[in-house]
């Protein structure tokens, strides 16, 4: 079941969110440091762990599944983000040197067929990094938070997962060890947790993570049989950049 993309705003404007965003945000950091000249595609929510890198990379899009809706991002500029088919999409072959999955992987009614289109469209070079909520931490087990929807994995499970759809994992990783409380003293330690977790309880993060790359030995992807879906544009806008239905979830 996908998170609207309303609520996952909301949740990374609140106290938690700001503290789960700069945690995951340094991890994703670190496996990647430098992504200069290449294109950057986050599929799911991930645009508050992207933004430091439209300074650097040629081009960085988000694509945001359409049972999770879409938002106006980024706030200043063009507009660069897009709402798509999650299993058919709507770019070139070999057209994306890194991808992120966040908020994707856990949501997705096919996740195979999701990971074969990340297949498809990154570079033969590029970088898969997938971010899923973790099945032994707290996080997944609280329904207050973004990461307790959906299937969580395990470390184990998310290599399996790569592996079993064309592609050969690289390196593992684990962030968001702060509890998932809105208590200020806690919050305010987050550094200290993240350290301590990563030292001594990396099995019991909040999320888990896994890069690698795809493998061009396994031959091409294979096509989408089914008809591809036509989006009509919604007119009706509301405060926040978020277009909305009749039903009220955000759609376009």
């Known amino acids: 079941m996908w998170t609207d993309a309303v609520d996952l705003r909301d949740f990374y404007a609140s106290a938690l969110g700001h503290v789960a965003q700069r945690m995951i945000r340094r991890r ?59 299993s058919e999409l709507p770019f070139p072959d070999m057209s994306m040197d890194r991808v992120l999955l966040v908020h994707a992987l856990e949501c997705a009614g096919d996740a195979r067929q999701m990971l074969r289109e990340v297949w498809r469209v990154l570079a033969g070079s590029g970088r898969l990094l ?80 896994a890069e690698a790359t795809k493998q061009i030995y396994a031959g091409k992807a294979e096509a989408v049989t089914k008809r591809r879906r036509a989006y009509a544009p919604l007119t009706q806008k509301t405060p926040g950049g978020a277009s909305r239905n009749k039903s009220g979830s955000s759609r376009g």
């Open 130 to 209: 997938v971010v899923a909520p973790n099945r032994r931490g707290v996080w997944a087990r609280l329904e207050r938070t973004p990461f307790g929807n959906g299937q969580p994995y395990t470390q184990g499970q998310l290599t399996r997962k790569l592996r079993d759809n064309m592609f050969t994992p690289l390196s593992s990783h684990s962030a968001l060890f702060v509890p998932p409380t809105y208590s200020s003293m806690v919050l305010s330690s987050a550094g200290a947790f993240e350290e301590i977790g990563q030292r001594w309880f990396s099995t019991f993060s909040g999320v888990v993570m």
């Open 28 to 86: 994703v950091r670190a496996v990647w440091p430098d992504v200069r000249g290449y294109s950057v595609l986050t599929v799911g929510y991930g645009t508050p762990f992207i933004t430091p890198f439209r300074a650097e990379a040629d081009r960085v899009l988000a694509a945001m599944p359409a049972p999770q809706g879409v938002l106006r991002w980024p706030a200043d500029g063009g507009v660069q983000t897009a709402l798509v088919d999650e």
